[in-house]
């Protein structure tokens, strides 16, 4: 074993998580294979290195197993369904950590799209004429928590009208308990009927102010941005460098998964504060030294 050294190193607790989900050894099945030659948290260990710090599969550091390795596991796992297995089970478990039920009935949907590296072929990478971008587009859909439930991957081109109907119907069939659906603009119109008809589920679109200028935090949607956010913390995903669209939609996974342990791993207390208020002391400051009392605080 290893010595684990790096921030994306899975700690103990977040690998007594992981470990039972993930699938058992082909030597230990009824068809029998060969003993695997690396443990399976060193490979899951590097896959989070590789999604956080944005380096190439062959610039993988030596003490990890080798590159080939750790990208046939990615690949079997996405394939096998296990990666949305482990998502799903991880966002269950936060609900009810937060009082909730296990499976959501709201969900926020949206699309951001990203830059393509030249290892992306023509064929799955698309012009994006709104945002003026030559890349991919994703399309994620989270819990009113911000828990993703659904990403999907597609070339920039493609509307996000068009791409709702796909993901929608995916969505229907992991998760038949969901019954809203609150989008932007771009997702109104002739949607709204087909999903309700087809689907039963209702999209209720969350327009913009008029007259207003500027950022503005909308209700509902300001969930789902901050989720692509998060996500895009992972140096990976400043860009799709994945020549495979199910290979992009697995890492994009697998930086919710690594935020998701995370967050399970804190402290009970922290499970429920917002992102960056986790571990804060709550006992008081100590008093702090006499300043000059002549002139006004400044006003924060």
């Not at 597609?154 to 992991?174: H, M, N, V, Y």
């Not at 002391?281 to 002549?294: E, G, I, L, R």
Request: aromatic letters at 6%; proline letters at 8%.
């Amino acid at each position: 074993m290893r010595r684990r050294c790096y921030p994306t190193d899975t700690t103990d607790t977040e690998w007594t998580l992981i470990e039972p989900l993930l699938p058992v050894p082909a030597c230990e099945t009824t068809v029998g294979g060969r003993p695997e030659k690396h443990p399976r948290r060193e490979i899951v260990d590097a896959i989070r290195y590789v999604v956080d710090t944005g380096c190439k599969w062959r610039a993988l550091p030596a003490d990890f197993p080798p590159w080939r390795t750790v990208w046939g596991f990615m690949a079997r796992w996405a394939a096998a369904g296990t990666v949305n297995q482990i998502r799903d089970y991880l966002a269950s478990r936060i609900r009810r950590e937060l009082g909730k039920s296990p499976r959501a009935v709201a969900t926020v949907i949206d699309s951001q799209s990203v830059k393509a590296a030249e290892t992306v072929s023509r064929a799955t990478r698309g012009y994006d004429a709104g945002k003026k971008i030559n890349g991919r587009k994703r399309h994620v859909v989270v819990d009113t928590r911000g828990l993703p439930l659904m990403v999907m991957v597609t070339p920039a081109s493609l509307s996000d009208r068009d791409a709702a109907k796909e993901i929608l119907f995916r969505l229907r069939l992991t998760h038949p308990e969901i019954t809203i659906i609150w989008a932007d603009s771009a997702y109104a119109g002739k949607l709204v009927t087909w999903a309700k008809r087809r689907l039963n589920l209702t999209i209720k679109p969350v327009s913009r102010p008029k007259d207003t200028s500027g950022f503005i935090v909308l209700p509902r949607r300001w969930v789902v941005e901050r989720s692509l956010a998060w996500m895009m913390h992972a140096r990976r995903h400043a860009r799709d460098y994945e020549r495979l669209i199910q290979h992009s939609e697995t890492l994009i996974t697998w930086a919710a998964i690594t935020l998701m342990t995370r967050r399970l791993t804190r402290p009970a207390s922290s499970i429920g504060e917002p992102h960056g208020q986790q571990g804060r002391q709550s006992t008081p400051h100590p008093p702090a030294a006499a300043t000059d009392t002549s002139r006004p605080s400044p006003t924060r």
